[in-house]
């Protein structure tokens, strides 16, 4: 590996002298929450054999969205049991303390949001909001995931009896928020990688649009080229950010 290592310390003081932060999150930022990396080897996908191919194909959702929605009440039901991470809210009390940060995410799970971090972009989509897929008409997230609870039906619209579909991406649909998140990270100064191995586009493009500095923290390998500015730490990431969370405290940062 070619890239500049680098320590909580050191991180710290790059987030202290940072005029404007952007961050990107993967997978790996929820796994210490308990959800799994869908792309891993514990995921949902494997764990209880849901094949993404089926689950997340937009035509196959058409025809039938019943794999979708047995995956999407097991997800729901998951996520109303964990919380989110010591990095979540740590991103969450960085904005809190007034600093110009915004997180460009792609997870689905919501701990951003939960953790009170208020400038979100989730490129992948949400459980928050949903729509009719025939007419368009807006469902609102919870009362999705009540009714989800409350009956083994696939949801309907109200209005014209579509299926409703929430505003998750699927395989086969336009990313969310790009135009925001390229942005965010052009006017960066400094942006932070966590848990996210650059595997998948377009989220694997925003480092290379950064304005300054980049740190990936990372369990494993990235799919990033070695460049000027682009500090890694393998390491995981609730340990790693608090020694940094430590060090911005007692730097009065
Ligand atoms: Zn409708």
């Known amino acids: 590996m070619d890239f500049s290592p ?27 929450a308990g959800v799994p990396d869908f792309r891993g080897p514990r995921g949902l ?31 729901l039901a998951m996520l109303e049991k964990i919380s989110p991470t010591p990095t979540h809210r740590f991103l969450a009390r960085l904005e809190a303390d007034g600093r110009d940060i915004g997180i460009v995410t792609q997870n689905i799970d ?34 999705l995931a009540a009714r989800l609870k409350a009956s083994a039906e696939v949801p309907v619209c109200s209005a014209c009896g579509g299926t409703i579909k929430p505003d998750v991406v699927f395989f086969g649909e336009n990313v969310r928020n790009l135009p925001e998140a390229l942005s965010l990270a052009a006017a960066s100064d400094l942006m932070l990688v966590l848990g996210s191995s650059l595997a998948v586009y377009p989220a694997a493009s925003l480092p290379s649009s950064a304005g300054g500095e980049v740190i990936v923290v990372n369990r494993g390998p990235v799919a990033l080229g070695p460049g000027r500015g682009i ?3 393998d390491a995981g990431l609730d340990e790693f950010f608090a020694e940094v969370e430590e060090q911005l405290m007692g730097g009065g940062g």
């Open 231 to 233: 500090y890694l730490a």
């Open 45 to 75: 996908y494997v764990t209880r054999a849901y094949d993404p191919e089926t689950v997340f194909a937009i035509d196959h959702f058409d025809r039938d969205p019943g794999p979708f929605y047995a995956f999407s009440r097991d997800f």
């Open 110 to 143: 919501g701990l951003h949001q939960l953790a009170g971090s208020r400038r979100v972009y989730p490129i992948h989509g949400d459980y928050r909001t949903a729509h009719c897929r025939r007419c368009g008409k807006d469902c609102d997230g919870d009362e």
């Open 6 to 32: 680098i320590a909580p310390m050191e991180c710290a003081a790059k987030i202290r002298n940072a005029k404007k932060m952007a961050v990107l999150t993967g997978a790996g930022l929820s796994t210490s």
